[in-house]
């Protein structure tokens, strides 16, 4: 049974990730800066600001994870925060998984990442401090930390929850479609490949993605 905390845990991510890993028997505490609707029994819930909740809760954890998103209050605070988050799970030898999105992905082997191109302006700011942190993560690490940073397929989120289905695929920073070049992953098993990563660590100071 391992220690994992989940920033963001009330959002669509966090929430299906604290669910996995209560599941699976693990001990999990919730971060976030609202009550969660519904408190899942087993779990652990700590309301304030991530820098502040993280000073108490990171020291003795076993995994970190960040799965909060650049909005509200959030909006362009995420790269200093997750910052903070990183730099706390390496003095706490804690493994740290970083949810970003889609955009930080490319389209093919050396090709510019989602994020470089033309992006939808109301999808724009987000997607780009999304592809900040990662940056962050790649460039300034500290080195003896631990971490991945992880990407969901493009249709991805509380308006394409879909179902669980117990398969996924894990690549690299190249985007996965399927036969029909769609690129889509549920809310679970999402969750379930996060999981299994802090599970089984498999993927060390890497972007990787998750799709079917």
Known sequence: ???????GGTGYTGDHIIREAAARGHE????????PKEPLEGVRYETGSAE???RRVVPGADAVVAAMSPRGDMAGRLVRVY?????AAAEAGARYV????FSSL????????????KIDEQFRAEALEGEATRVMLAQNAPPELDWVFVSPAASYGAWAAGE??????????????????GSNISGADFASAVVDEIDNPSHHREHIGVAY
């Open 28 to 35: 999990v505490i919730s971060v976030s800066r609202s009550e």
């Open 52 to 54: 502040e909740v993280a």
């Open 106 to 117: 490319r389209p093919a082997p050396g090709e510019p990442r989602f994020a470089e191109g």
């Open 98 to 101: 970083q949810i970003g999105g």
């Open 164 to 181: 669980r289905t117990g398969t996924y695929r894990v690549g690299g920073d190249v985007a996965l479609f399927d036969a029909e070049g």
């Open 1 to 7: 049974m391992a220690s994992i905390l989940v920033f």
């Open 83 to 87: 910052g903070e988050l990183a730099r």
